[in-house]
């Protein structure tokens, strides 16, 4: 039986990932040490053979016993209010978690994933992003400890392909969304929702003529999947290029939890003067070389999230 270790195993990316390969019939070790992860979110797990949920921080020593086949390294604060509130945790978990999960791989001769990010762009002065752009990125700008810690973390992984001829695989993952998401972790798409369905105003900030694209969480998962079995050493893109507005977003989340509130534009706070006006990406890499594409449209996947937080807040559909 094939051995996967998912680190931050407890979090949204993360536990999804572990029933993924649990249902390929892995044996997967989950580790989170559920600074921003959840136990709940692998709570219909922890009975199932074959899943371990490990409690503990992976910027320490790293060990697992046994063979191991497979490291996802998805430990990480994702959002802004994550990040914003734990610098100096997104930073170490980067540099010395990427470190000690690629240590991992190498003692075990396993495959190695890093979880990295849209945010390695910056502020775009390339649009769509491929993934040859360079990026724009304020260093010492507040968004600076997550995006910095994620370039780190790529070089990181291409200097042990390079020195150790160690198998690794790089995703950059564009705004992703689905069940398990939190309510309040600062990102747009739970804080429309969120605010909709508790009956206030949606706020939106300076003109909302800033861009995302949004992908579904199934369509993430079996990208990784493929890139997982791939030999695609260089990164690669994974996300949805259908791009929209905040505001035009924001008006589509009005228009499907029943349009009772209105909209609240509000100024852009100082920590998020980095905050990307655009975002789309370039999925061509995706498509040529894994033979992925995005399936779920953002109308049925906002549908199938609208539930779960309906779920979340003790609310049924109308």
């Known amino acids: 039986m094939p051995r996967t270790v998912v680190t931050g195993g407890a979090g949204f990316l993360g536990s999804h990932l572990c029933e993924h390969f649990l249902v390929k019939g892995h044996e997967v070790i989950a580790i989170d040490n ?17 899943f371990s949920l490990v409690k503990y921080d992976v910027t320490n020593y790293l060990a697992v016993e046994g063979p191991v086949d497979q490291v996802l390294h998805f430990a990480s604060p994702a959002s802004p209010v994550d990040y914003l509130r734990l610098p100096i945790q997104t930073l170490k ?9 690629l ?9 190695f994933l890093l979880a990295s990010t ?28 997550y995006d910095e810690a994620k370039r780190f973390a790529e070089a990181l ?29 600062g990102r747009a798409l739970p804080t429309f929702i969120g605010q909709a369905l508790r009956g206030e105003p949606l706020t939106v900030y300076g003109d ?15 990208g990784l999947g493929r890139l997982l079995a791939s030999d695609v050493t260089e990164p690669v893109n994974i996300g949805n290029p259908d791009e929209v507005t905040m505001l ?30 655009q975002r789309r990406p370039d999925i061509s890499r995706a498509q040529s070389l894994l033979g992925w594409t995005p399936r779920t449209t953002r109308a049925e996947g906002l549908k199938r999230t609208l539930g779960y937080f309906r ?7 109308p």
Do not use: C
């Open 311 to 317: 779920g979340r807040l003790g609310q049924t559909a």
């Open 208 to 222: 909302g003529m800033q861009t995302r694209s949004f992908g579904y969480i199934d369509d993430l998962v079996d």
């Open 248 to 277: 035009d977003f924001a008006k589509e989340i009005v228009a499907l939890t029943g349009g009772r509130v209105g909209i609240e534009f509000r100024k852009l706070p100082p920590e998020y003067a980095d905050d990307p006006k």
């Open 103 to 111: 240590g991992l791989a190498l003692a075990k001769k396993a495959r």
């Open 93 to 101: 978990v980067g540099s010395l978690g990427t470190h000690k999960a």
């Open 157 to 185: 992984v291409m200097a042990y392909h390079r020195a150790h001829g160690l198998q690794t695989r790089i995703v950059r993952i564009f705004n992703t969304y689905g069940p398990r998401m939190r309510l309040n972790d």
């Open 34 to 50: 559920l600074l921003t992860g959840r136990e709940e979110n692998v709570a219909h797990l922890l009975g199932r053979p074959g």
């Open 118 to 145: 849209s945010e390695v762009y910056g502020d775009p002065a390339v649009h769509p992003q491929p993934e040859s752009y360079w990026g724009n990125v304020n260093p010492v700008g507040y968004r600076g400890v």
